[in-house]
């Protein structure tokens, strides 16, 4: 048996040494008080074990002590042991957060059988908390930009290299990709990390709405404006203005945060007052900027103003083993925030995500980890019940080892690759990382041809 923490309360001696042996038989590490006031003064919030207390003792109640150590932690176990006259107390702190109570006198077994669900309760408050902790911890930006695919390998480098300036940054990737996560680390690691961080997503404000939410305005301007109002713009003021999915912004609001933009400044709608604006801006899209603008729907001078520095987040199909990386991350966030164990990962299971193409990318694979910790399902069945491949299931028999899945992801991997650069060997090279020789020996091997790309 794995080796659990007891603190034992107890005011007789003899039945304090007697429980105690037993309990060490049984397995457990016990530490014993022969009073509430010595136990509260070495007992915290970060002990990993349960309490067992008696009820009626000297100097200080159980009822006593358990209220003072909920007043410090009310997720430590306790478990009151009580004589027949005792009950009525003994349910009365239960409704105060006591664990369970034991009346006297008691069989080991009942009490064996109470500590073990108690201990493994204690267990995961405690793996929670450091998950929590561990998470919260993410200060570096290899913690809050995960992977270690080449690509997010280099986009971290061009973060930290562009994020002490103020220079416009346009971020360019899929929906899904993480694209907020990026304008945040660009804010948070560079030089105005101690201004606002101010976040609008474009295509969800209404047309009608867009001026005032960028540039505020004034009482009375017009019907409903019944005060002042500070836009994005002002309120980003010596921070930084993130612009999501800026490619939807109307063709008019275009010219006039270009204009802002140009000369520092904005007017709130209703005054004629310029105020002077210092932020640095922000922006990212899902769209081909520079085809909007030869389709007349995006602003080719606008687009220049913006895109001064370019980066670009891989959709998660081109990052590989990230894919496994990310489940667990986001399995113990779920574990953490809704209190669940976390889901280990089988070999098929791995296969499975790995061989997914990832339409919703980052997004999908979180929503993907959050339902496997909350499923009912047994753990084996989880990931193959909400993630189906029905592509991967015509090629590849049940039962399959992880290196046919393996294969069958690598020949996905090339397949989407040469598709996406039209049979351009020297791209799909340059996309996949991959010396000439390797991708030759590879397109042999799963008979891929280039013509049939082309």
């Given at each position: 048996?794995?080796?659990?923490?007891?603190?034992?309360?107890?005011?007789?001696?003899?039945?304090?040494?007697?429980?105690?042996?037993?309990?060490?038989?049984?397995?457990?590490?016990?530490?014993?008080?022969p009073?509430?006031?010595t136990?509260?003064?070495?007992?915290n919030?970060?002990?990993?074990?349960?309490?067992?207390?008696?009820?009626?003792?000297?100097?200080?109640?159980?009822?006593?002590f358990?209220?003072?150590?909920?007043?410090?932690d009310k997720?430590?176990?306790?478990?009151?042991?009580?004589?027949?006259?005792d009950?009525?107390?003994?349910?009365?702190?239960?409704?105060?957060?006591?664990?369970?109570?034991?009346?006297?006198?008691?069989?080991?077994?009942?009490?064996?059988?109470?500590?073990?669900?108690?201990?493994?309760?204690?267990?995961?408050?405690?793996?929670?908390?450091?998950?929590?902790?561990?998470?919260?911890?993410?200060?570096?930006?290899?913690?809050?930009?995960?992977?270690?695919?080449?690509?997010?390998?280099?986009?971290?480098?061009?973060?930290?290299?562009?994020?002490?300036?103020?220079?416009?940054?346009?971020?360019?990737?899929?929906?899904?990709?993480g694209?907020?996560?990026?304008?945040?680390?660009?804010h948070?690691?560079?030089?105005?990390?101690d201004?606002?961080?101010?976040a609008?997503?474009?295509?969800?404000?209404?047309?009608?709405?867009?001026?005032?939410?960028?540039f505020?305005?004034?009482?009375?301007?017009?019907?409903?404006?019944?005060?002042?109002?500070?836009g994005?713009?002002e309120?980003?003021?010596?921070?930084?203005?993130?612009?999501?999915?800026?490619?939807?912004?109307?063709?008019?609001?275009?010219?006039?945060?270009?204009?802002?933009?140009?000369?520092?400044?904005?007017?709130?709608?209703?005054?004629?007052?310029?105020?002077?604006?210092?932020?640095?801006?922000?922006?990212?899209?899902?769209?081909?900027?520079?085809?909007?603008?030869?389709a007349g729907?995006?602003?080719?001078?606008?687009?220049y103003?913006?895109?001064?520095?370019?980066?670009?987040?891989?959709?998660?199909?081109?990052?590989?083993?990230?894919?496994?990386?990310?489940?667990d991350?986001?399995?113990?966030?779920?574990?953490?925030?809704?209190?669940?164990?976390a889901?280990?990962?089988?070999?098929?299971?791995?296969?499975l995500?790995?061989?997914?193409?990832?339409?919703?990318?980052?997004r999908?694979?979180?929503?993907?980890?959050?339902?496997?910790?909350?499923?009912?399902?047994?753990?084996?069945?989880?990931?193959?019940?909400?993630?189906?491949?029905?592509?991967?299931?015509?090629?590849?028999?049940?039962?399959?080892?992880?290196?046919?899945?393996?294969?069958?992801?690598?020949?996905?991997?090339?397949?989407?690759?040469?598709?996406?650069h039209?049979?351009?060997?020297?791209?799909?090279?340059?996309?996949?990382?991959?010396?000439?020789?390797?991708?030759?020996?590879?397109?042999?091997?799963?008979?891929l041809?280039?013509?049939?790309?082309?």
């Amino acid at each position: 048996m794995i080796c659990h923490k007891v603190y034992l309360i107890d005011d007789d001696a003899e039945m304090r040494a007697a429980t105690a042996q037993w309990l060490e038989l049984a397995g457990y590490d016990v530490t014993t008080f022969p009073n509430a006031p010595t136990a509260l003064a070495q007992l915290n919030a970060e002990i990993e074990g349960i309490v067992i207390t008696d009820v009626k003792m000297p100097k200080m109640d159980g009822m006593e002590f358990l209220a003072r150590l909920n007043s410090f932690d009310k997720e430590i176990p306790v478990i009151l042991v009580t004589a027949h006259g005792d009950v009525q107390m003994a349910v009365e702190a239960m409704r105060q957060g006591a664990y369970d109570f034991i009346e006297k006198p008691f069989a080991p077994e009942r009490i064996l059988d109470v500590i073990q669900r108690a201990c493994e309760m204690r267990r995961l408050v405690m793996e929670n908390r450091d998950l929590r902790r561990r998470l919260s911890d993410n200060v570096d930006i290899d913690q809050r930009l995960l992977g270690n695919c080449p690509a997010i390998r280099h986009l971290r480098e061009e973060i930290l290299n562009v994020s002490d300036t103020d220079v416009p940054v346009l971020i360019q990737g899929e929906t899904g990709t993480g694209k907020e996560v990026v304008a945040r680390c660009l804010h948070d690691f560079g030089a105005r990390k101690d201004g606002n961080y101010v976040a609008i997503n474009c295509g969800a404000v209404p047309e009608s709405m867009f001026e005032s939410e960028l540039f505020g305005h004034e009482r009375g301007a017009f019907t409903g404006a019944d005060r002042r109002r500070i836009g994005r713009f002002e309120y980003a003021q010596k921070g930084s203005l993130f612009l999501d999915e800026i490619g939807t912004m109307p063709l008019p609001l275009q010219v006039k945060v270009l204009r802002a933009l140009q000369e520092r400044e904005v007017v709130r709608i209703g005054s004629n007052e310029p105020q002077p604006i210092d932020v640095r801006l922000i922006s990212a899209t899902n769209k081909d900027l520079l085809d909007e603008c030869s389709a007349g729907r995006f602003r080719e001078d606008l687009y220049y103003r913006i895109n001064v520095v370019e980066l670009r987040v891989p959709p998660l199909r081109e990052r590989g083993g990230d894919i496994l990386l990310l489940f667990d991350y986001f399995s113990a966030q779920a574990s953490a925030t809704y209190n669940r164990p976390a889901v280990p990962l089988k070999d098929q299971d791995a296969g499975l995500l790995m061989a997914h193409n990832w339409p919703g990318n980052v997004r999908e694979l979180k929503n993907v980890a959050e339902r496997c910790v909350l499923s009912s399902l047994p753990e084996e069945q989880r990931l193959s019940a909400i993630l189906r491949n029905p592509n991967m299931e015509a090629v590849l028999p049940e039962g399959s080892s992880l290196q046919d899945l393996l294969r069958h992801y690598e020949r996905c991997l090339l397949e989407q690759a040469l598709l996406r650069h039209k049979g351009d060997v020297q791209l799909v090279m340059e996309d996949l990382n991959l010396p000439r020789r390797t991708l030759n020996e590879k397109m042999t091997r799963y008979k891929l041809e280039r013509k049939d790309f082309t």
